[in-house]
């Protein structure tokens, strides 16, 4: 994310990975920027999901779980494990819109977001920073507690608890996450 951020302020480390790997598929510097643009969009929004940050490893689950991926749950709205159960901020986001935008689909969006982000204030010191590295310890922090008390299986539902306790909490990360990418932008 800072090789992204720098490049997009306009200074980039043209031997970085995120430069020569952007670069390697795009047809020009302006090209490169704007996908650029979209992958910085991208990882604020996974560095603020727990499970973008964790790997969750047992005696029989020795090479990790891959952040909720392989920790199946029975089908739910879109979800059918932790991690699609975490992007869908926890059952509260799992309506889709019709792509591509239209007039009508971009105003339902607008209505959607603006509803979500009702009642969840961040105050400016949470926001106003560029510390890509606290991003990911918050989310490190959430992630040591994700998966207590809940179990696994294909069958396997979450319990009413879990969903109270966790739902706001990713609601807070996605409006955190839009406030610092407003403000990275900006």
């Not at 007039?103 to 339902?108: L, V």
């Amino acid at each position: 994310m800072p090789q992204l951020y720098d490049w997009l302020k306009g200074n980039p480390d043209t031997s970085s990975l995120a430069y020569t790997t952007v670069m390697a598929h795009a047809k020009s510097e302006e090209e490169g920027r704007s996908q650029a643009l979209r992958l910085l969009i991208h990882y604020y929004g996974d560095v603020h999901q727990p499970l973008h940050i964790a790997n969750r490893y047992t005696a029989n689950r020795t090479s990790g779980d891959r952040g909720g991926n392989d920790f199946p749950l029975k089908y739910h709205y879109t979800a059918n494990e932790l991690h699609a159960v975490w992007d869908t901020v926890v059952y509260d986001n799992h309506k889709s819109i019709k792509r591509p935008f239209t007039e009508a689909t971009f105003a339902t969006f607008t209505d959607m977001t603006n509803d979500f982000m009702k009642g969840v204030s961040v105050p400016s010191s949470l926001y106003q920073t560029l510390d890509f590295p606290k991003f990911r310890d918050e989310s490190s922090a959430i992630a040591q507690h994700v998966y207590d008390n809940i179990r696994e299986g294909k069958d396997a539902v979450l319990p009413d608890s879990y969903i109270q306790t966790y739902e706001p909490i990713a609601k807070r990360r996605v409006v955190l996450a839009a406030y610092r990418l407003a403000y990275m932008i900006e």
